[in-house]
C-alpha cells in the first residue's frame, strides 16, 4: 500500500529556509516520477531518471532532491517569501500525503 507522510513545515520569516521531507513507503521512489505541490499548484518535480523540473515561481530557490536509501523525498527552500506560504504535498501518481504546513511572514 502507498504511502507518503511529509513533514518539515514550519513558520519562518521571509528570507529563511526550510526542508520538508516526504517518507514513501509501498513503492520505491527512485522508480516513479514524484512532485511537490503547494494547493493545487505544482511546485518541482523530479524524475526517475534523476531530472528536475520547476515552477518559475521557485526556480533558482528550491530544490527538489531523493534520498534513495531512505526512500524519501525532500524539497529544499531558500529565500523563502510570504508568497510561498500554503499547504505543501508529495505526490505519485494520484497517490498524496497529508500534507506539512510552511507560513511565511514579511
Known amino acids: 500500500q502507498v504511502h507518503l507522510v511529509e513533514s518539515g513545515g514550519a513558520s519562518v520569516q521571509a528570507g529563511g529556509s526550510l526542508r520538508l521531507s516526504c517518507q514513501a513507503s509501498?513503492?520505491?521512489?527512485?522508480?516513479?516520477?514524484m512532485r511537490w505541490m503547494r494547493q493545487g499548484q505544482w511546485v518541482a518535480s523530479i524524475t526517475s531518471s534523476g531530472?528536475?523540473l520547476y515552477a518559475d515561481s521557485v526556480k533558482g530557490r528550491f530544490t527538489i532532491s531523493r534520498d534513495d536509501e531512505k526512500n524519501t523525498l525532500y524539497l529544499q527552500m531558500n529565500s523563502l517569501k510570504p508568497e510561498d506560504t500554503g499547504m505543501y504535498f508529495c505526490?505519485?501518481?494520484?497517490?498524496w500525503g497529508q500534507g506539512t504546513q510552511v507560513t511565511v511572514s514579511s
Open positions: 505526490s505519485m501518481g494520484d497517490n
Open positions: 509501498g513503492f520505491t521512489v527512485s522508480s516513479y516520477n
Open positions: 531530472s528536475t
